[in-house]
Structures are given as C-alpha cells and as structure tokens.
C-alpha cells in the first residue's frame, strides 16, 4: 500500500506563487497516473492537474498558471503554482492511479489559502 504525504502549503498573497511536493513511500516509476486535486469545504473535490508517462494536463482554471512534474528518482510529485488567485484557495490532494479508472491512494492533503 503506498503512501502519500503532501506538504508546501500556507498563505500566500494573490499573484505569488507556492510549490506543493508530494513524497510516495514506493516506486511511482510504474504508477499508472500521478495527479493533484482539491477541495474546498460543501463543494465536490476538482481534478487539478494529472501526469502519466509524461503528458500532463490540467483544469481549465489553473492551465497556464500551475505545473505538474514528477522526479522518479526520489518519488516525489510536485505542483508548482503561480500567479495564485483567492479561488485556488482549498485543501488540496495528492493521489496515484494504478489504471484509468480510479485513484487508489490518497494523501492527507495540504491547505493553500491566497488572501491579501
């Protein structure tokens, strides 16, 4: 069973930029996909970005202001995110696919909150 443990969040401005880092406890070498969600509190969890044998895509909110990459040699996947507005503000979540159809693991999740 793999773990995930995000971290990288906090407040930040509108405008400023934060990177999100997501460690795996095993080999992502082989994961299906590897992608970020979030979340914010009486509202569905939104696919935020997703990687999978190195083609990427995005929500059409956060297309061309985050960036998802993964560096296999130390498990980790991160987003980085820039010119960050109030309405990134959620919790958001790491998670790993095994196939297309569902993610199977899940991290804790790490708050982002934009405000001046």
């Known amino acids: 069973q793999m773990r995930l443990v995000e971290s990288g969040g906090g407040l930040v401005q509108p405008g400023g930029s934060l990177r999100l880092s997501c460690a795996a406890s095993?080999?992502?070498?082989?994961?299906?996909?590897m992608a970020w969600h979030r979340q914010v509190p009486g509202k569905a969890r939104e696919l935020v970005a997703v990687i999978s044998s190195g083609s990427t895509n995005y929500a059409d909110s956060v297309k061309g202001r985050f960036t998802i990459s993964q560096d296999n040699a130390k498990n980790t996947v991160y987003l980085q995110m820039n010119n960050l507005k109030p309405e990134d503000t959620a919790v958001y979540y790491c998670a790993g696919a095994e196939g297309p159809t569902e993610y199977h693991y899940w991290g804790q999740g790490t708050q982002v909150t934009v405000s001046s």
């Open positions: 095993a080999s992502i070498y082989s994961i299906y996909a």
